[in-house]
């Protein structure tokens, strides 16, 4: 009985999975900090082919100190025909584009982050890249009103919800499977649930105004979740769940919400 009402949970959360689209959240390790450039060629006859195109983090303010934005896991620059985009986990006083047109390599001037997330046309000419901000939105309020509407598909409460949702989509399956094998009772799940449904809100609503760092707001986010989950297992799961089985089971399960944060969005 207990197998089948575990394959039912399994398969009513992955089912909820699959509806929801996969690169607009990021899971549990809370929101990331983006840049999305969209391309301008209106200053050329036709559009140029584009071979590279490189995201410089600069020690000062005018990037006489530079160093190419590091590619880890959730953090790399991906482009396509219409412009670049990418989330980041590490941090800098300014940014500097550099476009590859053929043997041309074209450099913008240095420009600083104007929001938590950042939109700029990258408008290319013969011989100048310059980068001009469209939008920057902390939250759900945006600073300019001249975004394109294609630039940003996802307001930041779909964010939101839809990271909730592959949270919950990842880690109650994986807690009901735990608790399965450590026959620690099924029905202690719901603890699980119930801290998702107060951790959720925290790490995106609440830290990110207090935390400013990206890679610090990753660290404190898995922090805040393991530890808010483990206290509830351990408090409400009764006697068979202990301190150490309740931690073990809040890092296993947010261990794996992360890493899918992380490594697949």
Same mark, same amino acid.
């Given at each position: 009985? &207990?197998?089948?009402?575990?394959?039912?949970?399994?398969? /009513?959360? +992955?089912?909820?999975?699959?509806?929801?689209?996969?690169?607009?959240?990021?899971?549990?390790?809370?929101? &990331?900090?983006?840049?999305?450039?969209?391309?301008?060629?209106?200053?050329?006859?036709?559009? *140029?082919?584009?071979?590279?195109?490189i995201l410089y983090q600069c020690l000062d303010l005018d990037c006489n100190e530079k160093e190419v934005l590091s590619d880890v896991p959730?953090?790399?620059?991906?482009?396509?025909?219409?412009?670049?985009?990418?989330?980041?986990?590490?941090?800098?006083?300014?940014?500097?584009?550099?476009? +590859?047109?053929?043997?041309?390599?074209?450099?913008?001037?240095? /420009?600083?982050?104007?929001? /938590? !997330?950042? #939109?700029?046309?990258?408008?290319?000419?013969?011989?100048?890249?310059?980068?001009?901000?469209?939008?920057?939105?902390?939250?759900?309020?945006? #600073?300019?009103?001249?975004?394109?509407?294609?630039? !940003? *598909? !996802?307001? !930041?409460?779909?964010?939101?919800?839809?990271?909730?949702?592959?949270?919950?989509?990842?880690?109650?399956?994986?807690?009901?499977?735990?608790?399965?094998?450590?026959?620690?009772?099924? &029905?202690?799940?719901?603890?699980?649930?119930?801290?998702?449904?107060?951790?959720?809100?925290?790490?995106?609503?609440?830290?990110?105004?207090? $935390?400013?760092?990206? +890679?610090?707001?990753?660290?404190?986010?898995?922090?805040?979740?393991?530890?808010?989950?483990?206290?509830l297992l351990a408090k409400l799961g009764g006697e068979k769940m202990g301190w150490g089985k309740a931690w073990t089971i809040s $890092?296993?399960?947010?261990?794996?919400? #992360?890493?899918?944060?992380?490594?697949?969005?």
């Amino acid at each position: 009985m &207990k197998n089948k009402y575990f394959a039912w949970m399994v398969v /009513f959360f +992955l089912s909820i999975g699959f509806l929801i689209p996969l690169r607009s959240a990021s899971a549990d390790i809370g929101p &990331k900090p983006t840049f999305r450039f969209t391309y301008d060629f209106s200053a050329l006859s036709s559009p *140029p082919e584009i071979r590279d195109v490189i995201l410089y983090q600069c020690l000062d303010l005018d990037c006489n100190e530079k160093e190419v934005l590091s590619d880890v896991p959730g953090q790399k620059l991906e482009c396509d025909p219409e412009g670049c985009s990418v989330s980041l986990l590490t941090g800098r006083v300014a940014w500097q584009v550099e476009v +590859l047109l053929g043997e041309k390599t074209l450099i913008s001037p240095a /420009f600083e982050k104007e929001g /938590f !997330y950042s #939109t700029y046309s990258l408008k290319i000419s013969d011989d100048h890249l310059d980068v001009i901000l469209l939008s920057a939105k902390d939250g759900v309020v945006s #600073t300019l009103g001249n975004e394109p509407a294609s630039s !940003y *598909p !996802y307001t !930041y409460l779909t964010y939101f919800l839809t990271a909730g949702l592959w949270t919950l989509v990842i880690e109650l399956p994986l807690a009901v499977l735990i608790l399965l094998l450590s026959k620690s009772g099924i &029905k202690n799940f719901l603890w699980v649930l119930l801290g998702n449904l107060i951790t959720i809100p925290i790490v995106w609503l609440f830290l990110p105004m207090v $935390i400013k760092s990206p +890679l610090g707001l990753m660290v404190v986010v898995f922090a805040t979740a393991a530890t808010i989950e483990a206290i509830l297992l351990a408090k409400l799961g009764g006697e068979k769940m202990g301190w150490g089985k309740a931690w073990t089971i809040s $890092i296993l399960i947010n261990i794996a919400s #992360t890493l899918f944060g992380l490594y697949i969005f």
